[in-house]
């Protein structure tokens, strides 16, 4: 399959650690957001969203910290499997109807046996 | 699970002929979306339909590119004359509506080389 974001900043963890990718947003009127995990020749795939009115929301093994002060958002995986490994893109809205959202440049998470 | 599906997977075209990509997305879905991926770049926006008709569109999509949905089913995007920089992944997305959650699903894209 293709190779997605050959130059993208890479996270290296080791199996049964904790991952933490980071996600600078760029509007401060954005009111929701999603992690999306895309994974070499496939599309983005959701795994999280938050929306203004909250600062964390978790799922299963995934918390995402939503700080609105410096415009930044975190996405945790804990226990980090090999099936983990994948780009990983914040995406931001502002625009409920057109849901256009607007895609970080994305996090390379690599898991190490 | 319900899935959008994009056809063809891959398209080889020689530059300015048109290409035609294809998506049937989620069958209770009311908002479809095209997004692109230049190779090594993030996902863009390109255009967003509604109701029979174009919601949003980015800068990107310009009179080159149309979108039509010509049945019940399908969800096409339409390049009149392809250049060079057309070249990347092309990903449909659909949604249920705009008051849901907002999940977008994604197709497994279509990967566009223009020569």
């Known amino acids: 399959g293709e190779s997605v974001g050959l130059h993208l900043p890479t996270l290296s963890v080791q199996e049964g650690d904790n991952s933490i990718i980071n996600c600078a947003y760029s509007?401060?009127?954005?009111?929701?957001f999603i992690w999306y995990k895309q994974e070499s020749g496939k599309g983005p795939q959701f795994i999280i969203d938050?929306?203004?009115?909250?600062d964390k929301r978790q799922g299963q093994r995934v918390t995402v910290l939503l700080n609105k002060t410096v415009k930044h958002l975190s996405l945790q995986i804990a226990a980090t499997q090999p099936g983990d490994s994948a780009v990983y893109f914040c995406?931001?809205?502002?625009?409920?109807?057109?849901?256009?959202?607007?895609f970080g440049p994305g996090t390379r998470l690599s898991v190490l046996p | 699970e319900p899935e959008v599906t994009q056809t063809p997977s891959h398209q080889v075209t020689q530059m300015g002929q048109e290409v035609i990509l294809r998506c049937v997305p989620i069958?209770?879905?009311?908002?479809f979306y095209w997004y692109r991926q230049i190779l090594g770049q993030k996902v863009e926006f390109l255009v967003s339909?509604?109701?029979?008709?174009?919601?949003?569109k980015s800068e990107i999509f310009d009179d080159q590119f149309s979108v039509e949905r010509p049945d019940g089913s399908n969800f096409t995007l339409k390049i009149r004359s392809t250049k060079l920089e057309d070249s990347a992944m092309y990903f449909c997305?659909?949604?249920?509506?705009?008051?849901?959650?907002?999940?977008?699903?994604f197709g497994e894209g279509s990967r566009l080389t223009v020569l």
């Open positions: 995406a931001e809205t502002w625009d409920n109807y057109g849901q256009n959202f607007v």
């Open positions: 509007n401060s009127a954005s009111d929701y």
């Open positions: 938050i929306r203004s009115n909250m």
């Open positions: 069958s209770n879905h009311l908002y």
């Open positions: 339909f509604y109701n029979n008709e174009i919601s949003e």
């Open positions: 997305a659909s949604i249920q509506d705009a008051s849901s959650t907002g999940e977008l699903f």
